[in-house]
Nanobody, 121 residues
Framework: QAQLVESGGGLVQPGGSLRLSCVAS????????IGWVRQAPGREREGVLC????????VYANSVKDRFTISRDNAKMSVYLQMTDLKPEDTAVYYC??????????????WGQGTQVTVSL
């Protein structure tokens, strides 16, 4: 059974950094694009970043450009979201999700359970 498990969330002060991890199991993660999607309270889910199977990056949220980076380590079945200069508006539950193909299409069919990121003093 295909699964994704996120970790690394927590409480951080504005301007701080966090690195989220997403570990895959039950499928060949090398073959799929993996995205990070977030959902803030009272708001719809928002795509953040995606990395294709060939390491191409797609930025969905302009607000994170130059602050967040996505990377993958297929040997560890893992995808990472490095977040820097965090702002209160980055507060959300962050999900990793497997795209339906090798390229970033924004269509996901496997989701993790989410990890909470809270940016506050």
């Amino acid at each position: 059974q295909a699964q994704l498990v996120e970790s690394g969330g927590g409480l951080v002060q504005p301007g701080g950094s966090l690195r989220l991890s997403c570990v895959a199991s039950g499928f060949i993660v090398d073959l799929y694009a993996i995205g990070w999607v977030r959902q803030a309270p009272g708001r719809e889910r928002e795509g953040v970043l995606c990395i294709s199977s060939s390491d191409g990056t797609t930025v969905y949220a302009n607000s994170v450009k130059d602050r967040f980076t996505i990377s993958r380590d297929n040997a560890k079945m893992s995808v990472y979201l490095q977040m820097t200069d965090l702002k209160p508006e980055d507060t959300a539950v962050y999900y990793c999700a497997a795209d339906v193909g090798a390229d970033c299409s924004g269509q996901y069919d496997v989701w993790g359970q989410g990890t909470q990121v809270t940016v506050s003093l």
